[in-house]
């Protein structure tokens, strides 16, 4: 079983995963692994929130198990269910077969053949190689019973079904959490955290990011790809775009063979970094132009 014993190997392993993680980011993922504290990730969208876990656990060797939040999403869809149909057909099977003992079929339709574990109970079973890597993502979505829910899940990591007894997992998961900020997570849960905040990265960050990820794009390409993402970002819109469009709005210039970005490009190929017809709008014409020209004061060598 891999572990790791410091925050440059917690870098290395995750760069090893193509997965570029700066100083800060690098510790707080170490302190949570070794204080076995959760770890809440909040930011922009697109910035790496949900990739992270994911690297993690192939970096680890462990499996990765995502509990995807949505509004209304209940402990019931999180924990476990009953199999409703499996049962139905196990109760037709016992009547049709000549109706049997009433107490031995209830015994048997509450057992483990006929319980259907969701992402919370199976990352409190033993996994191969060691506990998992819960993924909780975007928190954020669901609501304030599902969270007072969870706080107390993530406190004893087990579960009770009435019908089977308590499930309690072997060695903690390593739990990361994500949220968007939509709306603010409470305190009481973000108190049981290590939180770090993801930000959009710096250019070298970005460019580093994009080499791990589109390694096909020539250095000039790439270079003007991340200035011009930046420059965007510095820009009044609905909608900034996040690391994800970086690397999307590269291969779309790859597939086409742009081997520079001109303000043609931009605007045919917009729809890769802007996902708002306001932000698109704003961006055609003379203010991509402009923009293109102040990139490329900036990347000239001095
Ligand atoms: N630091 C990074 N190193 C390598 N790739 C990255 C990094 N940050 C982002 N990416 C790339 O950006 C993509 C989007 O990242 P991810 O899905 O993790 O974003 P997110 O923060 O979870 O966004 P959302 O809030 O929309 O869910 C990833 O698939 C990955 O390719
Ligand atoms: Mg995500």
Redesign the pocket.
Known sequence: MTSLNSIDEVQQALAAQ????GRPLATVVFLSLRLGRPLFLE??????????AKALAAALGRRLIRLQCYEGLDAGSAVYEWNFAEQMIAIRTAEASGGADREALKAELFTEDYLIARPLLEAMRPQPGGAPVLLI??LDRTDEPFEAFLLEALGDFQVTIPELGTIAAPEPPIVIL?S?RTREVHDALKRRCLYHW?DY?SFD?ELE?LH??APEAAETLSREIVAFVQKLRTEDLFKKP???ET?DWAKCLLALDVMTISPEVIADTLGAILKYQDDIARLQGAEATRLLQEVRAELAPA
């Open positions: 193509n997965y570029v993680c930011g922009e969208a697109g910035v790496g929130k949900t990739e992270i993502d975007e994500t968007n993801v990265p960050r990011i791990a990820r996040g690391v994800a690397i």
